[in-house]
Structures are given as C-alpha cells and as structure tokens.
C-alpha cells in the first residue's frame, strides 16, 4: 500500500540520490496554539519517542529542548520559534492499518510561541510549513490566540491536524472542544482518537478507523509502553457512530468516498484513510486527536496522524514565484532537487557562538557549501561557507541541504526577514510574510552614556531579528523610541539587551501607536512657488481626499488629463502624498485607511522639478486633511477575562472603568469567561490589577483587534500628553 501511496505523489522522481530522505517522507509542521496550551511539553514529548532526546524535559523545570532562551526557562513561555528534526517509523500492531506503516519519515518541527506579543514568530513559520498540528486545552477549548494562530494557519492555506491536549484535567472535554472548534473556527473537525477515560482516569484513546483501543502502562516507561486491545463494551457505541459520522462527513467532501457511500460499497480502511488525507491537505477537513502530552498519553499515534494525513513537499500546491522585472508574472516552484535554487529566509538570529544565523525554507533545487546565492531584493551575491541544521540551541554543520528542507547559513550579510535567495541566473521573488504593525511604544536611554553605541549596535541587531520591533529617534526630542507588539515583547527586548549585548537602559512609560484617519471627502490644494532671481521653485498640486474601507491602507490614484502635471513628476507627486501621511493634521499621528486621487495641478518649463512638486503634494493632502474632519484613532484589544464567579461583578466593573465594553459572558467548568473590546491605552498594569481583584484567580489573555475613534473627553488628554513629549 504505502509504495502504490508514493508512487501516486509525483509522475517523476524529484528526489536527489544523496538526500537521506525522499521528499515523499518528509513532513514540515508546526506546533501552534493559545499560551499554554501545552506546545512545549507536545513537543519534548514527540522528540523522546523518536529517540531524538533520552530524557523527557519539562516547561516548569525549564530544561525543555525548544524552550533554550534563558528568558523562556525563566518564565515558562516561549519566546522564540525553535526548529528541531526527528526521525519516526510508525510501529506495526496487529490489527492497525496505517497509510506509511514501516516506512521511516523525517519531521522537521517548529514550536511557536503562544503569547499575542510574539505573534510574528508564528506568522513567519507558517509560512514556510506544509502542514501543522493545532493544540487546544480540553478545559479552556477555543482561546482568543487559538483564534490568531487558526486564522494565520488558514491566510496562508495550511493543512492542520487538531490535538485537544490535557485530558487529564479536571473539567476537561473532548466534545465540548470539537464544539468550540466547530462553531467559534467554524472548522469541519472529526475525532479519529477519542481519548479513552478523562481527568484521572484517562487511560489512552479510541481508535475510531481501526476500532482498536491504545491503553498506556502507568509505569517508569514515561508513555514509551502501550498495548493495541479490542474497544471496550461500554464504549462500542460511540465508536461505531463516530466511525459512521466521520464517513458521512468524508463522503460529503470527497468524490471517491462518496460514490462508493452512495453505491453502498464497503468503504475499507485504505480508503477513508486516503480519503481523510486528501481532504485535510485540501484544507477541508481537520482530524482531532485527544490525549494528555503531559500525562504521556496519545502522543505516538498523533505522531502517526502527522504521517497519515498531513503533506509532504510535493502534495502542495507549488510556491508561486514573481519576476523580479515583472511582478505580475507568476512562476510555479515545484519542490525537486534538480531545479533551479529557490529558498525563503524566513528568520534572522544573533546566535551568541556562531554569528548572525538565516533561517530558510529551500522549494526547489539544492544548496552545499561553497555555492553562490543571489538576492533579487539587493541584487547581491553571497557565498556560502557554512550551512547548519538546526536542533533549537544545536548546531549540527551540513554539507548540502535539498528541496523541502529548513536550515540555516552562517554569516550572510545584507538580508532581512523574508528575502528570496536564488539562482542567478534564474532571478524570482517569493512572497514574503506580512506582519503586524506595532502597537506599543517606548522611550529608552542607557544607563551610562559609555554605553550610548553599545545600545544602537544592540537595537540595530535585535530590529533585523524581529519584523514586529522598530527602533526610531524622535526628531523633536532626539530620544530613542522603541516600539513592539506589548509591554512582555518590550519587557524581553531589554532583557536580552542586557543579557546580549551587556547593555543596561532605563525606560520610559510606554506610549501607544495612535493613528489617524478622515470622515468626509474634501479638496486640497498645495503650491510651492519661490523666485530668486534665478532658478526658482515651482509646483502646484490638486488632491481629492476620502474615508478608504477599514484595513485598506492608503492608495493613489493618479487622475491628471491634459497633461497639467507632467508624467515625469506624478512619481514625485506620489511620493509626497506617501510623506504626508506619515503626520497627521490632528496629533502627528500616521493616517490610514485614506484614498487620494490626484486631479489637476500646474507646472513652469523653468523653474518645476521633482522636489516642488514632492511639497506641493504634501501641503495639499495636508490641506485637505483640515477639511476632512480628520479623527484620532487608538487601538483596541479584544480580552478574554477568566474569573471565578464571586469576582465576576468586580473584573466587569473594573473593565468599564477602563473603557471597556463587555460583548458576551459565558461559564465554562464553574468560572465565568468575560469577553471584552478595551482601549490599549487603560490596559497598562492590568495583570497587577486583576490579581488584586481576584485574590490572584483570575487570568486573561488579550490581542489586537482593531482602531476605534477616540471619545472626545479622552482626546484632549492625549494630545496634551504628546505635547509634553
């Protein structure tokens, strides 16, 4: 089965001979979900039983392999996305059918971060797997960041399979977190491994294709010993019917199922199998599996499930690339070794041994050292002297690495986060990821002016590392302003600062990334004119403004006819109005959400140029900014409140004094969850508050949502602020 399995996946053979495994057995995931939800110790646990660690770590002991940051030890969280490679054979049982049974697979990991604050650490290794593993709590289900990551995984088309972690807790369960997924991601989830038992008698799973129970040994074997034995009476039922749902559902989404539903054919294990991986790589389908990572429970057979049902390289769609000279032109990458070289980096990082490390994804081709690659963005070549696998904190040098594969270079230099490195000779950008702008900022200064330099060389580092971290001097004041996505991600950017780069800085309160924006269209008109004697200045610009559909961003549209600006100087024009709205008419702040078409205008044979024309188009959007009733605009945060229900009354209260609004209260195992759209602005010190209220019981979880207009009695206090600044 497994050979007639491969045999379909490609018409010719893209692998190389040297290459250790074939593209067919190669799986790229990532692990993703809420903040501990149980990423970390998944993962340590799927390392120990592919004999990739001998010793299982834990989060709270702080000697996990992919939480390896000192920071992340310390404080039980991930911080940074680590990428790890195991080997697994999935293991032959009597009576279990599986698709690639006896075959040895390679699994390239990434475990992401969970907290809202590093959220680009999951935007950017999305983009580079092929499939990944969704973790949920079975006492929380659905959290606000399971949301994020379930999004990011859907924006860039990524199969997934759902693992409802902690079964072993109490008020953990398995239906209620299939509900969830079904109604709050409106996800086509099905359970294939029902956990058998929950809390303390969770004993192992229900394998509903297979209609075999998996019972784990509670010995020293830390889940490694496990035994295949017939479904228990009491839970006959329940399989049957979940056997029966998950065939209805197959044959309802995939045609080969269902003719042989509707002829009323027998519906073998092959098949479904085959059935359920087509349709979860199409991306219509989500398997669930339940289990207990912690507990050591379920894991081997989730493992299994990655095999069976999520893609290798060369069951996705190829990577569309763009020419360079051409953007609309798409050019399709398919993963082979013998194609030209096409890679994406993905992640830069200041390893403290070896250097500046570039994470990146090969698609197509094969790179060893001492080759050349080039970059289209800086039209620069680079030769590669090393190349390194990456296992977290380990550093394993290779010599080629091939199609499918992620790794590392050591020591390229003129490169940021999402740049294409290629063949010369076959220039291609591929399409880097996006991600959020910050919305949290902050004025820093060193301790001592010796380390004034230190600091900028430590910023300028850590700012080429991460995507969401920007570092600006206010022109106004000369301070430093760094800004990020939360006062964790600012807290963690000064700790490794010290840490790092052995520089100790002092902070300001942070501020917040307002924007602004226009309610009604208006006309603007913008002159330069300056005469001289000689050569003057001369450039005369005419704008349209209007309010742009929330998260458009600005666009421009030239709308000149009779030539009253020449074509030579509408780029100028352009660029002008892009300047413009970096400052606003109300605070300062950047404008967006805005549509500017250019309308008429004049110009000198003498004294026009591109930089009359540039302010002209500046003081024109600004002057019709004053006409458009511009408004201040400042980001709101969606909070999800956990409380126990005698605090319930305070944790509301408290958030309508922060301005919040309440949208919707639920009970979920004896607390009441308080969902809640709050300004960012009242949302400093919130978790010192709500330890306060709650004697400590209560947690929240919070992520952007979106910009509102700010009140009118609250707009006067922050332009004063600024002001001040």
């Given at each position: 089965?497994?050979?007639t399995l ?6 010719k ?20 979900a ?6 970390t ?11 990739m660690?001998?010793?299982i770590?834990e989060v ?39 698709l ?5 697979q ?6 992401t ?17 092929d ?17 994020t ?11 997934r ?20 997924m079904?109604?709050k991601?409106?996800a086509?989830a ?9 809390e ?12 075999k129970?998996?019972i784990?040994?509670?010995d ?5 010993t ?5 479904i ?5 039922a329940?399989?049957?019917?979940a ?32 059935g ?9 389908f ?12 379920g ?32 050019i ?14 993905f ?7 070896v250097?500046?490390l570039?994470?990146f994804?090969?698609?197509s ?30 550093r ?18 003129n490169?940021t986060?999402g740049?294409t ?17 910050p919305?949290i ?5 060193p ?19 991460d ?9 106004d ?24 780069f ?23 008109v ?5 005469q001289?004697g ?23 549209d ?13 780029p100028?024009?352009k ?17 967006i ?67 919040g609004r309440?949208?919707?209260i639920?009970s979920?195992?004896?607390l ?29 979880s ?12 609250v ?7 600024k002001?001040?600044?």
């Amino acid at each position: 089965m497994s050979a007639t399995l491969e045999a379909k996946t490609a018409t010719k053979n893209p692998n190389s001979p040297d290459r250790a495994f074939p593209l067919e057995r190669t799986r790229n995931i990532g692990i993703a979900a809420h903040i501990d939800a149980g990423k970390t110790t998944l993962t340590e646990r799927i390392l120990f039983y592919t004999g990739m660690i001998h010793r299982i770590g834990e989060v709270h002991d702080g000697n996990t392999v992919t939480d390896w940051m000192e920071q992340e030890r310390e404080r039980g969280i991930t911080i940074t996305s680590a990428a790890t490679t195991c080997s697994w054979t999935q293991r032959p049982e009597e009576g279990v059918f599986k698709l690639y049974d006896g075959l040895k697979q390679r699994i390239n990991i990434i475990d992401t971060p969970g907290h809202v604050d590093f959220t680009a650490e999951v935007e950017r290794s999305l983009r580079v797997l092929d499939g990944a593993i969704g973790v949920f709590c079975a006492v929380a289900g659905v959290q606000p960041q399971s949301e994020t990551v379930w999004r990011q995984m859907t924006k860039y088309n990524v199969p997934r399979i759902a693992f409802v972690n902690k079964m072993d807790r109490v008020g953990a369960s398995f239906e209620n977190a299939i509900n969830d997924m079904r109604t709050k991601l409106h996800a086509n989830a099905w359970p294939i491994l029902i956990p058998l038992g929950k809390e303390d008698y969770l004993k192992g799973q229900l394998d509903v294709i297979n209609n075999k129970a998996i019972i784990y040994a509670d010995d020293a074997s830390s889940g490694s010993t496990y035994s295949v034995e017939e479904i228990p009476a009491e839970h006959q039922a329940m399989v049957t019917k979940a056997f029966s749902d998950l065939v209805t559902a197959i044959s309802d989404l995939d045609d080969e199922i269902g003719m042989a539903f509707l002829e009323e054919k027998p519906i073998t294990k092959e098949m479904l199998k085959a059935g359920i991986r087509r349709q979860t790589i199409a991306n219509k389908f989500v398997p669930v599996v339940g289990g207990s990572a912690f507990k050591n429970k379920g894991v081997q057979y989730l493992v299994d499930a990655v095999v069976d049902y999520l893609p290798s390289p060369i069951e996705i769609p190829p990577q569309e690339a763009h020419d360079p000279d051409d953007l609309e032109t798409k050019i399709p990458m398919p993963p082979d070794d013998n194609g030209k070289f096409c890679s994406l980096a993905f992640k830069l990082w200041s390893d403290p041994f070896v250097g500046k490390l570039v994470f990146f994804r090969v698609y197509s081709g094969k790179l060893t050292k001492g080759d050349t690659v080039y970059n289209p963005r800086t039209n620069k070549r680079e030769r590669i002297s090393r190349l390194i696998q990456i296992q977290a904190d380990k550093r394993l040098d290779i010599d080629t690495c091939y199609s499918g594969d992620i790794a590392a270079i050591v020591g390229i230099k003129n490169i940021t986060t999402g740049d294409t490195l290629c063949d010369e000779d076959h220039p291609i950008l591929l399409e880097p990821p996006s991600f959020p702008d910050p919305v949290i900022s902050m004025a820093i200064e060193p301790k001592t002016k010796v380390d004034q330099e230190k600091m900028g060389n430590a910023l300028q580092r850590l700012a080429e590392e991460d995507p969401t971290f920007r570092v600006h001097t206010n022109e106004d004041t000369g301070q430093t302003i760094i800004a990020g996505m939360g006062e964790l991600h600012l807290e963690i950017i000064r700790d490794r600062m010290k840490r790092e780069f052995s520089v100790e800085t002092n902070a300001g309160k942070p501020q917040i990334a307002y924007r602004e924006t226009i309610l009604k269209s208006a006309h603007g008109v913008g002159k330069l004119i300056k005469q001289s004697g000689g050569r003057g200045q001369y450039g005369h610009v005419e704008v349209d403004v209007r309010p742009a559909a929330r998260g458009k961003g600005l666009t421009v549209d030239n709308k000149v006819v009779g030539g009253v600006i020449p074509k030579e100087y509408i780029p100028a024009v352009k660029k002008g109005i892009e300047e413009a709205v970096l400052n606003g008419v109300v605070g300062g702040y950047p404008v967006i959400d805005v549509e500017v078409d250019i309308v008429y205008g004049s110009y000198h044979d003498v004294d026009s140029n591109e930089l009359a024309f540039k302010m002209a188009a500046i003081f024109a959007v600004k002057d019709a900014f004053k006409h458009a009733n511009a408004i201040l605009l400042e980001p709101i945060m969606k909070v999800e409140n956990s409380v126990p229900e005698e605090y319930q009354g305070d944790i509301m209260g408290d958030l309508n004094r922060r301005r919040g609004r309440i949208n919707g209260i639920e009970s979920k195992n004896g607390l009441s969850i308080v969902n809640a759209e709050v300004p960012l602005a009242e949302m400093f010190g919130y978790a010192t508050a709500i330890r306060s209220l709650s004697k400590g019981r209560s947690s929240y979880s919070m992520e952007p949502s979106h910009f509102e207009q700010v009140p009118a009695q609250v707009l006067a206090e922050v332009l004063d602020k600024k002001g001040d600044k």
